[in-house]
């Protein structure tokens, strides 16, 4: 039986999560990049849909490549993961690729779970690049992705700083004496990304990059609070590594309204607009007070409505036409959750809009629940 290594050992019982240091600044800076695309719904580079979500130190759920695991969903509703190792430093070289990333990605290529050949890609995250394996490493993706496997090894072999790049690759995927095939390594390279980035370096490209994403996600578009935004993205980072390991896109976007005045997400911006704009026709034909002038208090009734809607998740006015329900309604929310975003839909508007082969009439192009849950402002 072979001694332990103690390195692996000292990683079992040190976790990211009870450490700090450089390399996982490093890493929060990674994370809330990400959240700031997030924020604009941009694609995700290496999975080629939007992110809503993020796992932070996800190696007790599978991920041998666990720092980050970015999750993304296309149009048609189907997941993909990007896990993300990230390193404070260059780590490649024109002789190719580090040899514990490569054994790491061979092993969850190899698995069936949680990593998924269909859907998901692997990813080193670099501070700073190094110009002569960008070339090689170009090269090589345009080669092997969606190309013949024949052509692309006869292009690979052709030059030994190709190969060289390329058996750094396949070499850490030995099982005893059994090296992985030339084409078995040829899939996993196009599973294989690298993303250098200049966080903490000047002058930095990424951070004016991350920090206009913040500036146009903000309503106000103010400098001060573009600074103040992006280091709350930092602080959510850096408290999901230490706390429960996981970012969701929607909550994220709850928690930023109770300080930020956002933009509507562009995901929901046209649906959001458009029930504005319904809310605004409905609420024009609600009377407040009678033709005389004179308001109708009931400061007992708006008063019952405030505490149930304080108390619960919703409430249900009931009363003959005619009576004033809306106006009690509206009256009670202006006074009790002057704060809280209104949107009013008569009956067949509502109608329309719950009905998914209605709803494009109203010019909403998703439903209601995920407007919902989407949209600006805290409540």
């Not at 450089?22 to 990400?34: I, K, M, P, T």
Request: net charge negative; charged share 20%; proline share 4%.
């Amino acid at each position: 039986m072979s001694e332990p290594n103690p390195k692996k050992e000292r990683k079992k019982v040190a976790t990211t999560r009870s450490t700090s240091g450089a390399g996982f600044a490093f890493e929060d800076l990674v994370a809330a990049d990400l959240l700031s695309k997030m924020l604009l719904d941009q694609t995700i580079d290496g999975i080629g849909c939007p992110g809503i979500g993020l796992l932070s130190q996800a190696g007790a759920a599978g991920w041998q490549i666990d720092d980050l695991i970015c999750i993304g969903r296309d149009s048609a509703g189907t997941e993909h993961r990007l896990a993300i190792s990230c390193k404070s430093n260059v780590q490649v070289s024109a002789s190719g690729w580090p040899e514990d990333f490569a054994e790491a990605a061979w092993s969850m290529w190899r698995k069936a779970d949680p990593f998924n050949r269909a859907t998901d890609t692997i990813a080193l995250v670099t501070r700073g690049r190094n110009v002569a394996f960008d070339r090689i490493w170009s090269d090589l993706k345009q080669w092997v992705t969606g190309a013949n496997p024949t052509l692309a090894l006869a292009r690979i072999n052709a030059t030994s700083t190709h190969r060289r790049v390329f058996d750094s690759i396949r070499d850490p995927g030995t099982q005893g004496t059994i090296r992985p095939s030339d084409e078995e390594t040829l899939a996993l390279i196009s599973a294989l990304e690298i993303y250098p980035l200049d966080f903490q370096l000047e002058p930095s490209t990424s951070l004016a990059q991350t920090k206009q994403r913040c500036r146009s996600a903000l309503l106000s578009e103010n400098a001060e609070e573009t600074d103040a935004l992006w280091a709350a993205l930092i602080k959510t980072a850096e408290t999901a590594r230490l706390g429960n390991g996981t970012i969701r896109l929607a909550e994220l976007l709850g928690v930023l309204s109770q300080r930020f005045i956002l933009k509507a997400h562009p995901s929901i911006a046209g649906a959001w607009h458009q029930l504005e704009a319904l809310s605004v026709d409905h609420l024009a034909g609600i009377e407040m007070a009678l033709p005389n002038g004179h308001v109708v208090e009931r400061q007992a009734e708006s008063g019952r409505i405030a505490a149930a809607l304080g108390d619960g998740t919703g409430c249900v006015v009931v009363g003959d036409s005619g009576v004033g329900k809306s106006a009690l309604v509206r009256r009670a929310l202006d006074i009790s959750f002057p704060s809280v975003v209104q949107i009013w839909l008569g009956p067949e508007a509502l109608s329309d809009a719950l009905n998914a082969a209605r709803r494009q009439a109203l010019g909403l192009d998703r439903d209601l629940a995920f407007i919902a849950e989407r949209a600006p402002g805290q409540d």
